[in-house]
Each structure stands twice: as structure tokens, then as C-alpha cells.
């Protein structure tokens, strides 16, 4: 723990969103009101949006830790894996966790029956799937 108190003495916490679509820009844009973060995506049209609302968004291969380091993810005192693609982002739970030892780590997951593998290496999830299917029967009902 002591890690992550050293990476935010200095500085406002930074939270680092991977992702490639209007979720990971609009988590960004809520999250950059509150202090610092910045959107990190392998997809140019995504990273132009994001900088056409005034968002700190870098383009990157995000299957390579050199080149997510590069663009800032590996100062992230959280990072937010945040693609549809369930595979894709426990690769980047893994690299932010072994690579970056990233204080704290949220994952959006689609498939609530991969809760466990995310579980099995510490980080926090979001299942979609799961928020949406109560949100919709809230209203429903």
C-alpha cells in the first residue's frame, strides 16, 4: 500500500481508461471534471472524439506494456480496462497488475460467469450485462 500512497503524495490521483468506444470516452470526460485522466485507445477515431470534447487521449497498441507505459498507464493509480471485449481486458488487469503494479484496477466485464478469473488476480469488475439486465427490469417492472 505503501506504493500507492507514494504515487499520488506528489499529485492528484490519475485514473488511465483503455478502451475503444463511447463508453471509455464518457467515463473519461466524467472522470476528468473530477481530477486527472486520461483516455488510452488503440482506435484513431475514438482518441479524435475524446480531443474534440477537450480529453487527455493518447492512440496506442494496448497489447504491447512498452507501449502503454509510453502513454501514461503505467502512472495510473487506477487504471479502468474499459473494452467490450472480455479477453482484451483482463490482458490489460494482467499488464496493469504484474507490469505496473497499479494500486487499484476496475474492469468492465460482459460475461458475469468470468467474475472468478478476474477475481483470481485482485481487480474490481463492473458486469455490464448485469447493470444493464437490473436497470431495464427496474423499469420494466
Known amino acids: 500500500m505503501a506504493e500507492a500512497v507514494s504515487r499520488t503524495e506528489d499529485r ?7 478502451g475503444d ?13 473530477r481530477g486527472s485522466a486520461v483516455l488510452v485507445s488503440p482506435d ?7 480531443e474534440r ?8 497498441d494496448v497489447t504491447d506494456p512498452w507501449a502503454l507505459e509510453a502513454a501514461g498507464a503505467g502512472d495510473a493509480d487506477t487504471l479502468v480496462a474499459a473494452f467490450t471485449r472480455d479477453e482484451r481486458n483482463i490482458l490489460l ?3 496493469a497488475r ?6 487499484r484496477i476496475v474492469v468492465r466485464l460482459a460475461d458475469p460467469e ?8 485482485g481487480v474490481e469488475t463492473v458486469c ?13 417492472v
Request: proline letters at 2%; a negative charge; glycine letters at 4%.
Open 44 to 50: 484513431t477515431d475514438v482518441v479524435a472524439e475524446a
Open 21 to 33: 468506444d463511447a463508453v471509455a470516452v464518457g467515463l473519461v470526460d466524467r472522470l476528468a471534471e
Open 53 to 60: 470534447r477537450g480529453i487527455d487521449a493518447r492512440v496506442t
Open 12 to 18: 492528484d490521483a490519475m485514473t488511465c481508461v483503455v
Open 128 to 140: 455490464v450485462t448485469s447493470v444493464l439486465a437490473e436497470e431495464l427490469a427496474g423499469r420494466v
Open 93 to 95: 488487469a494482467q499488464i
Open 98 to 103: 504484474t507490469r505496473f503494479e497499479t494500486p
Open 114 to 121: 468470468l467474475r472468478d478469473a478476474f477475481d483470481d488476480i
